[in-house]
């Protein structure tokens, strides 16, 4: 059968009920925009070397939340599995390399 947006049941059925509980409140804290800014800046500045160890655990954090939610993952291979990971849901993805830098 082809893969249908509403049909939740087989969307999520390879998802564990934790990663369904934290994509569910990532994505409610996602509403909040003022929310967004700050953790954008905060993320931001723990990824230049002026933050130093105190960014450290601010981008573990980050890796492990919004990364792992919006993100395929930070090489071909993690990609690829991720990618896997859906299609066994019937999930298809397009794979589209970004690089983020400074307007």
Do not use: K
């Amino acid at each position: 059968p082809a893969f249908a947006p509403g049909d939740g049941r087989t969307a999520f059925a390879n998802e564990s009920t934790p990663r369904l509980l934290m994509a569910g409140a990532l994505l409610l804290l996602c509403r909040f925009r003022p929310l967004v800014e700050v953790g954008t800046r905060a993320a931001q500045w723990a990824a230049t070397p002026q933050a130093g160890i105190l960014g450290v655990p601010l981008l573990w954090a980050v890796r492990r939340t919004a990364f792992r939610h919006f993100c395929g993952g930070e090489s071909l291979e993690e990609c690829i599995d991720a990618a896997s990971h859906l299609a066994a849901s019937r999930v298809r993805c397009i794979v589209d390399w970004s690089i983020e830098e400074d307007e």
